[in-house]
């Protein structure tokens, strides 16, 4: 029986078991060396409180884009290089059942979206 699935601490996305992991699948919490050499800074965490500051501001059926945290956190010419930390802060912040992340108006994986998307509330 594989062990359940997990969430990488860093970037959000879903760690499935690997063979060689099956020993320590317990202490793994990265899903990536990459992941491993990130980790979560102070910016990511600055990020995900203000994605929960913007929604907070908002009406409970309304919804942000990660580039609303990104501006918020950034200066005007670098708020870019935050688009990825910030969708990164939004795929914890549904690992954590904080928000739902959605595409067209449905809720979509974090793990597997692609192209652009909206943050909202958990409605759970």
Known sequence: MA??????????????????????WDSVRFC????????VTTVDAQLESTILELLAQRSPTSSICPSDAARAVGQPDDWRDLMEPARRAAR??????????????????????AGPIRIRRSRS
């Not at 970037?11 to 020993?23: D, F, L, M, P, S």
């Not at 990536?32 to 980790?39: I, V």
């Open 3 to 24: 062990p359940p699935a997990k969430t990488c601490a860093s970037c959000g996305r879903t760690i499935q078991c690997r063979k060689k992991w099956e020993r320590d």
């Open 32 to 39: 990536s060396a990459a992941c491993r050499r990130r980790g």
């Open 92 to 113: 914890r912040l549904v690992a954590a059942g904080e928000v739902e992340i959605t595409q067209h108006g449905h809720v979509v994986d974090p793990s597997t979206a």
